[in-house]
């Protein structure tokens, strides 16, 4: 079974500022069944990134996802106050198939 | 624009069978995707339950296997889940969704389920 580590677990900072989060598998994923979402509280989560770095519709360009090996990251190039949230990373998996997330990073207002 | 919406009861008793379903709106259960149930105890991550096809083909998480059903009724547009056994480690907010390309596209808007006497 696949783990992905999200770092930080917890990212301080401040609008106008770059956010780089991190996601970690243990094993090699395809970058197709790589996936990033933002869930605010009391909200279901959003899909923001698939396929590793292409974003969904609707989500702003300020959003970008990239890959390097095993590691995956999301950058948020200027947050936006609406942009602190709790972000999760996800792969399918193809034996057995399914789905595993992230434990998630918290982006908080520094 | 797929909607999607959960029912079923807040409060079931432990060792109970936990039931819920999901109204699909805006879209048909026979499309060419898949549909999903997914969890999120109150304060943790999200962990992915299973998944059903439009011909009622599925796939479970390994951990919750022995414990979950997940069926399609096409005459009503809507799929359920049925977890059975339950503790109070399966109190979590409860979520349908469809699936996309190798993600979760549209999710509901989640139902809280208390496992409790």
């Known amino acids: ?110 | 624009q797929v909607q999607l919406q959960e029912s079923g009861p807040g409060l079931v008793k432990p060792s109970g069978t936990l039931s819920l379903t999901c109204a699909v709106s805006g879209g048909s259960i026979s499309s060419n995707n898949w549909w999903s149930w997914v969890r999120q105890p109150p304060g943790k991550g999200l962990e992915w339950i299973g998944e059903i096809y439009r011909g009622g083909s599925t796939n479970y998480s390994p951990s919750l296997k022995s414990r979950v059903t997940i069926s399609v009724d096409k005459s009503k547009n809507e799929f359920s889940l049925k977890l059975s056994s339950v503790t109070a480690a399966d109190t979590a907010v409860y979520y349908c969704a469809r699936q996309g390309s190798y993600n979760v596209e549209y999710w509901g808007q989640g139902t809280l389920v208390i496992v409790s006497s």
Not at chain 1, 11 to 24: D, F, K, N
């Open chain 1, 1 to 110: 079974e696949i783990v992905l580590t999200q770092s930080p677990g917890t990212l301080s900072l401040s609008p106008g500022e770059r956010a780089t989060l991190s996601c970690r598998a243990s094993q090699s994923v395809s970058s197709r069944y790589l996936a990033w979402y933002q869930q605010k509280p009391g909200q279901a989560p959003r899909l923001l990134i698939y396929g590793a770095s292409s974003r969904a519709t609707g989500i702003p360009d300020r959003f970008s996802g990239s890959v390097s090996g095993t590691d995956f990251t999301l950058t948020i190039s200027r947050l936006e106050p609406e942009d602190f949230a709790v972000y999760y990373c996800q792969q399918y998996g193809s034996s057995p198939p399914g789905y595993t997330f992230g434990q998630g990073t918290k982006l908080e207002i520094k």
